[in-house]
């Protein structure tokens, strides 16, 4: 809560947070598989709600392209009040394949992540850890622009972080998927 200023969780939110902490096991997990364990907001957030707490975290400081009302992906998809388990890197072996090669490669404990949840989970370690995941790579989300491609997080640096639009059948050696555990 002191990394992320306007965030102020009720006493029930931290007593559910703390009878729902991961078993030993899945956070050994974790960290075996360099996934992040991290606290959602306090309320339910859109992309450019996360983006209004801190917007220095972001390249489009405002407005920009997922702005516009025909984004729906940025106003309606949400990072919600609960653990998330957010790999800190792409999945491996990712890159250069399309939407569907890289869908292919997660397990059934796993899922691809919207981008509100996935920006969240790195914004937020940015905050607490001082440190920039996705430096120079992008992630897709499970996110879908207006015009029905998913869309891709990264190249977190201190210029910002880039929200692009996608295409799901582009192979690129820069474009990986982002991954969290259920």
Not at 92 to 106: F, R, Y
Not at 151 to 178: A, K, N, P, Q, T
């Amino acid at each position: 809560m002191n990394s992320r200023k306007g965030i102020t969780y009720t006493e029930e939110q931290l007593a559910q947070f703390g009878e729902t902490v991961p078993a030993q096991e899945i956070l050994e997990w974790c960290r075996d598989n360099n996934h992040m364990l991290v606290a959602g907001p306090h309320c339910p957030m859109s992309l450019l709600e996360i983006r209004t707490m801190k917007n220095g975290y972001f390249c489009s400081k405002e407005d920009g392209w997922y702005a516009e009302q025909k984004q729906k992906f940025s106003q309606n998809d949400k990072v919600e009040t609960k653990w998330y388990m957010i790999r800190k890197d792409i999945a491996p072996k990712s890159t250069s394949q399309n939407w569907d090669e890289q869908h292919a490669l997660i397990s059934d404990i796993e899922f691809v992540p919207n981008a509100p949840e996935f920006v969240w989970a790195i914004t937020t370690y940015k905050a607490v850890r001082g440190t920039y995941l996705f430096g120079g790579i992008y992630a897709r989300t499970s996110s879908l622009d207006s015009g029905g491609d998913r869309v891709r997080v990264g190249s977190f640096d201190g210029e910002g972080l880039d929200v692009r639009s996608g295409w799901d059948g582009r192979r690129d050696s820069r474009l990986g998927l982002s991954v969290a555990r259920k």
